[in-house]
């Protein structure tokens, strides 16, 4: 609604500063009877015909980009003044140069009114595709609102599903104790597995869907010691990664500057990086989390693994949301996900002002990476938008724009 009222007084604006058609009509005659008065002094009482002719120009001028076209007819009443009245003084001027001179007042006139068509039809067209796009932004508005509405009310009626299947299963466990055979034993395994599958696809959701609003998630920024979240969340994979034979270590530069985000949201971005690289590692792989400063204005985190490794052509997807990527088997097993995780750590890494990137090739592993400002020491905004980085600087690869 203020869109459009802001575009009707915009209009109005327009409307104002271009005079009537009554106004201009007048507006012409006048400028024609002034030329024609003015040319009649010069021939008949100065007794020359150059000094004044430029005169016709103003009125040929307006004409055109007034009327178009119809500046000819203009064009061809001052002319027909000009050699009426060179005939009436008997000056002596050949003819041919007074037909010249009429012959520019038509091609002035031509050029203008031909120039104003086209202006006035990009005009149109540009006032068209502007109202079209204050539509499409409504329709977008709108289908974000219902999206996010949607996120909401499919992650609370399916979390509490899941989380009473999930009590259910387990006190079923506690009652039936040793009585279940080994298939049955089998079954229940498996059914947990689903269900945290299930239990971790909504959490991923959950964060999705509180990413849709970024303008309440920056207010709650704070200074971050990386370093420190960084040795948390390592110390609390230790375990994860010792049952899945990996080695997981971390070598984080000492001195390190806060950054500036917020912390759940970091973490989640670092869990995330973690938990990729050893769902595509296979068994006693190596999985390295660094941390280091670049031009003393980002700071860099790195997790890179040993692992199967993306090619060139996948990398391109990896930070699509929904996106699993095909012949991402380890180990002869298929690797589960619902392909959310990447781009969550995408949006949240937009939002704080930096820029995700991978580097991998087939068979050789993978590093993935990002880079966020370091915290502000003129008192500015924590979050800040994202600064340009030249790839030589960082002397990384495959940044996902």
């Not at 009473?164 to 229940?188: E, F, I, N, P």
């Not at 699509?320 to 991402?328: C, D, L, M």
Request: glycine share 6%.
């Amino acid at each position: 609604m203020t869109e459009e009222k802001s575009g009707s007084r915009h209009s109005g604006i327009i409307q104002e500063s271009v005079p009537s058609r009554t106004n201009r009509f007048v507006i012409i005659c006048v400028l024609m009877v002034v030329f024609i008065a003015v040319s009649a002094y010069f021939h008949l009482d100065r007794r020359e015909s150059i000094g004044y002719s430029h005169f016709a120009y103003i009125p040929i001028i307006f004409a055109g980009f007034w009327w178009g076209r119809k500046a000819l007819f203009v064009a061809m009443i001052l002319g027909l003044d000009v050699l009426i009245l060179s005939f009436i003084s008997n000056l002596g001027s050949p003819l041919w140069a007074e037909l010249i001179r009429v012959l520019f007042f038509l091609i002035v006139a031509f050029v203008i009114g031909e120039l104003s068509i086209e202006l006035t039809k990009t005009h149109r067209a540009l006032k068209d595709r502007s109202e079209r796009l204050r539509k499409t932004n409504r329709s977008l508005r709108e289908f974000a609102k219902l999206r996010k509405a949607f996120l909401h009310i499919a992650i609370h009626d399916m979390k509490s599903p899941v989380s009473a299947t999930t009590t259910l299963l387990h006190s079923l466990q506690t009652l039936l104790g040793d009585s279940l055979t080994q298939k049955q034993k089998h079954l229940v395994s498996r059914m947990h597995s689903r269900l945290d599958e299930a239990a971790s696809f909504l959490r991923d959701f959950q964060l999705f869907a509180q990413l849709e609003d970024p303008s309440q998630i920056r207010k709650q920024a704070k200074e971050i010691n990386l370093n420190e979240l960084i040795s948390d969340v390592v110390r609390i994979y230790q375990d994860l990664a010792h049952d899945r034979n990996h080695k997981l270590t971390s070598d984080l530069e000492d001195d390190l500057p806060s950054v500036g985000g917020v912390e759940r949201l970091i973490r989640e971005v670092i869990k995330n990086l973690i938990t990729n690289s050893m769902k595509y590692t296979p068994d006693n792989g190596i999985i390295v989390v660094r941390s280091r400063t670049i031009d003393g204005s980002m700071i860099s985190l790195e997790v890179e693994d040993n692992g199967i490794g993306i090619s060139e052509e996948n990398q391109k997807k990896l930070f699509r949301e929904f996106v699993r990527i095909k012949n991402n088997d380890v180990a002869g097993q298929k690797v589960g996900g619902i392909g959310l995780g990447l781009s969550i750590v995408k949006r949240i890494i937009d939002m704080h002002g930096g820029r995700v990137y991978v580097i991998s090739e087939p068979g050789k592993g993978s590093t993935f990476g990002f880079d966020i400002p370091v915290c502000p020491t003129n008192g500015g905004p924590l979050i800040r938008p994202a600064l340009r980085i030249s790839k030589d600087k960082v002397h990384v690869k495959g940044y996902v724009p």
